[in-house]
């Protein structure tokens, strides 16, 4: 069902472009504006994921340069059966995190220092298993290529303004201004509804890989306190990116309805505390085999300890 409701999504999105295009030049706008969007589809299933990455600076990292980030993500993706992802790293003192690319074969994930900063190793593993999760369930090209178009419709919504005298366009001026009111509202609500289609099935999918629901759950509750403090400039910039992190790196909205990216995050937390209830974790579920032996999780053997520990670690969890 999530994969029936999200192409009427994505089909609502192209249809939404197209209209625009109606709207700016009739028919012929409307004919051009399909081969843009089918065009802007097969670049993003390319691109899209670069791109992303650079609109948040990410800096691709490996073992040498931040050992215990790469081997926990190693465990993980073991854990959910999928090839080893690149790994990047946000300089940005907002704990956030995000999984983009067209395939597991091609995925990549990014942690902010702040995230790395503020969470706990465990916490962390919870975080990282949520968006291979998004990788195991093939959401990171749909949600990339939704960034792309709902990018484009404002943008196109906004340029429609300087063609409102075109003798094609049905509903002139004061339809163009409509139009740049509604249509960027539009392809945000489809924007939103499509992230949170995907948002508890990978809450549920993380807890599994990680083999403990309330790591993301203890994850969850900090980086909604963080978002809400911290201000994240590249994100603002790219507001069609924000339904593709973790938590809505734009704003601390609480409200669970059509008009925030994610679902609440209180709820989130309740539904993995249910998991928790129902035996995964705490020895149920799939798991990293150093837990049998010792509390220390993913971070075991790579220098780093709970925070109740007294091993001495390096500072910063990505070595």
């Not at 993706?77 to 067209?102: C, E, H, S």
């Not at 709902?150 to 429609?160: C, E, H, K, T, V």
């Not at 339904?243 to 909205?253: K, Q, V």
């Amino acid at each position: 069902m999530n994969y029936i409701r999200t192409a009427m999504l994505l089909a609502a999105m192209t249809a939404l472009f197209m209209g625009i295009g109606f709207m700016i030049g009739g028919q012929s706008g409307m004919l051009i504006a399909l081969l843009i969007a089918a065009a802007m589809n097969v670049f993003s299933y390319w691109n899209a994921d670069k791109m992303v990455l650079r609109m948040h600076h990410a800096q691709e990292v490996d073992e040498r340069s931040a050992p215990d980030l790469y081997r926990m993500i190693r465990q993980l993706a073991q854990n959910a059966d999928l090839p080893m992802p690149k790994v990047y790293i946000i300089n940005n003192p907002q704990p956030n995190a995000f999984a983009t690319g067209r395939n597991p074969q091609n995925a990549a994930v990014a942690a902010t220092t702040g995230l790395l900063d503020m969470l706990t190793p465990e916490e962390v593993a919870g975080v990282m298993a949520h968006e291979l999760a998004h990788v195991k369930n093939h959401d990171t090209l749909i949600m990339t290529i939704t960034a792309t178009i709902a990018g484009a419709i404002s943008m196109l919504a906004n340029f429609a303004f300087f063609f409102g005298g075109n003798r094609n366009n049905p509903l002139g001026i004061v339809g163009m201004l409509l139009m740049m009111i509604v249509a960027p509202m539009a392809a945000m609500v489809v924007q939103m509804a499509i992230s949170r289609t995907r948002e508890y099935a990978a809450d549920r999918m993380g807890a599994q890989i990680c083999g403990e629901p309330m790591w993301l759950a203890s994850a969850l509750a900090k980086i909604s306190g963080g978002v809400q403090r911290i201000h994240n400039p590249d994100a603002e910039n790219n507001p069609a990116t924000a339904h593709m992190f973790i938590m809505n790196p734009l704003s601390g909205e609480r409200m669970d309805n059509l008009f925030s990216t994610h679902p609440n995050t209180q709820n989130r937390i309740d539904e993995l505390r249910k998991l928790a209830d129902a035996g995964l974790g705490s020895g149920g579920g799939r798991s990293f085999s150093s837990r049998q032996s010792s509390p220390a999780g993913p971070w075991q053997g790579t220098g780093r300890t709970t925070s109740s520990g007294s091993q001495n670690r390096p500072k910063g969890p990505w070595g």
